[in-house]
């Protein structure tokens, strides 16, 4: 395995060997070990001495299931916290197969110059760019195809990272030609201070990941994709409906987030569901299901078309269908679906935007349920206007400009899909995560709504810390081995899921890890990144919720009352 180093401050590209206290460290895990050591905690996000870092995981690149998965690592512009970003998509496999176990990027350049990277077996070529400047995800990523063929690997910003918005995204092209986001934290703005337009990947030619036992790799890879396949989630509820399945459960159960946060139920949920556009899909002839990366077993993601039948958008999420529907009073599932369309083009974060767009509802820019005035603000940040500049620097810069109180943030970064005072384990998440508000860090959903591993109280505290700690090491865990976390559901179930992942790593690496030892390689990379932040300056004080979340929520009327010294106890392990 080999490190590559890109000093874009003078144009040079260095190969390294990785060192050993990185050898056995692939995605979160490395990325978070990169900026932890090499970045200043009190540096600029948008300066030279911050470092985006790409890693795939450990697993990327092999035939293990849904093993797709990709880090991005920086301090973020967003939160000031040190960030990791996974995403799906094509290019982590083909990273993995060409032995690359990490792409740190440094610097700045001199000149006021944009560039391309294109990776291959032969290593990294810096080239200036002018082409595809100010364009678009869908038109970068369609010339590239053409110019390098389907098959090529494609990271690249949009508008929005080209005007460094603090909630611009990288975009992946996924092996289908469509878009995945490594979407939180604003690392396409990152991406844009290296003066870097899109990253070209090509396998071609590249050697395989290296397997020191094939056969045990083999029959574990077997294991894991056998539990996931007769899990009623991931065999089941997510490849039918996708993740938007969790609409019609989260209204039910009174924590969908709605009109900015305050009621847990949407009279219009029932049009904007999994099971509406599972129907609308089928109807416009559209795919209810695929993959966004070769091996996935799941296939939950989807090629959404419009009432002609053309392509609107494809991997429709939940959180991004609830972040422009019930949280802006917005039913109409084909005005949501152009709002993705926008954002995936553009390269911006679809829940950080959402939350912003309902805060400027909140602060009387335009009016809760207005559709196409929601289009037309997603419009003014592809245009780069001041207006558009706001509201694409994220929910907290667009509440300051607008005087709202009620602003759903942690860390500056916005509250996801699942009201934390109905569903408290993941509310505990996002108060405590090192990457402010964030429901994949430990996504407690999973046991408290689902009952996936069991059941604790969505509604009352008790058990909730201690859910969400082991959920949160759980999680830096697979997010370090290349796994996609919906492989979670399986292993929270099924103990010998989880030790398949155990031998998968072993059988890769040729090492004797217990399921302790994976847990624990967690607790590292969750201590590293808290290291990190306490360096640049957050204390217990930033691991809480906004104030407006004591307010009680109908129809449970329950409140936010966990105290800050009640969430440190997260830490305790």
């Known amino acids: 395995m080999i490190i590559y180093r890109v000093n874009m401050g003078d144009l040079s590209v260095k190969k390294e060997e990785v060192p050993q206290e990185w050898q056995y460290l692939g995605g979160r895990a490395f990325t978070s070990a990169v900026v932890a050591k090499e970045v200043d905690p009190a540096c600029n996000p948008m300066g030279a001495k911050n470092k985006?870092?790409?890693a795939p995981g450990l697993l990327s690149g092999t035939n293990a299931p849904n093993s797709g998965r990709m880090s991005v690592g920086a301090k973020?512009?967003?939160?000031?916290?040190?960030?990791?970003?996974?995403?799906?998509?094509?290019?982590?496999?083909?990273?993995?197969?060409?032995?690359?176990?990490?792409?740190?990027?440094?610097?700045?350049?001199?000149?006021?110059?944009?560039?391309?990277?294109?990776?291959?077996?032969?290593?990294?070529?810096?080239?200036?760019?002018?082409?595809?400047?100010?364009?678009g995800n869908y038109e970068v990523i369609d010339t590239l195809s053409k110019k390098h063929g389907d098959k090529i690997g494609v990271m690249t910003i949009g508008q929005a990272g080209e005007f460094r918005m603090a909630a611009a995204n990288i975009s992946v092209k996924d092996y289908h030609g469509n878009i995945r986001s490594a979407g939180r934290g604003g690392l396409g703005a990152v991406m844009a201070s290296k003066k870097i337009k899109y990253i070209t990947v090509d396998d071609t030619g590249a050697p395989g990941v290296p397997i020191a036992n094939p056969e045990p790799f083999k029959a574990a890879a077997l294991r894991l994709g056998k539990a996931l396949k007769e899990h009623p989630v991931t065999g089941q509820g997510l490849p039918t409906y996708g993740t938007n399945v969790l609409v019609n459960i989260l209204n039910?159960?009174?924590g969908l987030p709605t009109k900015n946060f305050r009621m847990g139920r949407f009279e219009g949920a029932h049009k904007i569901s999994g099971e509406a556009m599972y129907e609308k899909i089928i109807d416009r002839k559209g795919k209810p299901t695929h993959n966004c990366h070769?091996?996935?077993?799941?296939?939950?993601?989807?090629?959404?078309?419009?009432?002609?039948?053309?392509?609107?958008?494809?991997?429709?999420?939940?959180?991004?269908?609830?972040?422009?529907?019930?949280?802006?009073?917005?039913?109409?599932?084909?005005?949501?679906a152009?709002?993705?369309?926008?954002?995936?083009?553009?390269?911006?974060?679809?829940?950080?935007?959402?939350?912003a767009v309902s805060t400027a509802m909140e602060?009387?820019?335009?009016?809760?349920?207005?559709?196409?005035?929601?289009?037309?603000?997603?419009?003014?940040?592809?245009?780069?206007?001041?207006?558009?500049?706001?509201i694409g620097n994220g929910a907290g810069f667009t509440g300051k400009a607008y005087g709202v109180t009620r602003v759903a943030v942690v860390k500056n970064q916005a509250i996801p899909a699942y009201d934390p005072r109905a569903v408290k384990g993941v509310g505990v998440?996002?108060?405590?995560?090192?990457?402010?508000?964030?429901?994949?860090?430990?996504?407690?959903?999973?046991?408290?709504?689902l009952k996936v591993g069991g059941f604790v109280s969505p509604l009352e505290k008790e058990g909730n810390i201690d859910l969400s700690r082991n959920l949160q090491i759980a999680t830096a865990a697979l997010d370090s081995t290349g796994l996609c976390l919906f492989v979670a559901f399986s292993i929270l179930d099924n103990p010998d899921a989880f030790q398949a992942i155990v031998d998968l790593v072993n059988a890769?690496?040729?090492?004797?890890?217990?399921?302790?030892?994976?847990?624990?390689?967690?607790?590292?990379?969750?201590?590293?990144?808290?290291?990190?932040?306490?360096?640049?300056?957050?204390?217990?004080?930033?691991?809480?919720?906004?104030?407006?979340?004591?307010?009680?929520?109908?129809p449970h009327n329950k409140t936010w009352d966990f105290t800050t010294e009640e969430l440190q106890e997260v830490w305790n392990f």
Not at 367 to 387: Q, R
Not at 441 to 447: F, I, K, P
């Open 52 to 54: 985006l870092v790409f």
């Open 76 to 135: 973020s512009p967003l939160t000031g916290t040190i960030k990791e970003s996974n995403v799906g998509g094509s290019a982590s496999q083909k990273l993995g197969k060409m032995n690359i176990k990490g792409i740190i990027i440094e610097g700045q350049p001199a000149e006021d110059k944009y560039y391309n990277l294109h990776v291959d077996k032969d290593g990294i070529k810096i080239q200036e760019e002018t082409e595809l400047l100010g364009k």
């Open 252 to 254: 039910e159960a009174g």
């Open 294 to 336: 070769a091996g996935c077993v799941i296939s939950c993601s989807q090629v959404y078309h419009d009432e002609s039948g053309q392509f609107v958008t494809a991997g429709f999420e939940y959180e991004t269908i609830w972040g422009f529907g019930a949280v802006c009073l917005i039913d109409d599932l084909d005005i949501i």
């Open 338 to 355: 152009q709002a993705d369309r926008i954002c995936d083009d553009i390269g911006i974060d679809t829940i950080e935007t959402a939350v």
């Open 363 to 390: 602060g009387g820019v335009i009016e809760f349920g207005d559709g196409k005035g929601m289009l037309n603000l997603l419009n003014e940040i592809k245009k780069g206007t001041p207006l558009g500049r706001i």
């Open 429 to 449: 998440t996002y108060a405590t995560t090192t990457m402010g508000a964030d429901h994949t860090a430990g996504y407690a959903v999973a046991t408290n709504i």
């Open 508 to 554: 890769q690496c040729n090492l004797n890890m217990t399921g302790d030892d994976l847990n624990e390689m967690g607790k590292n990379v969750l201590r590293t990144e808290r290291g990190y932040n306490i360096a640049a300056g957050f204390t217990a004080k930033d691991d809480q919720l906004p104030e407006f979340f004591s307010e009680d929520f109908p």
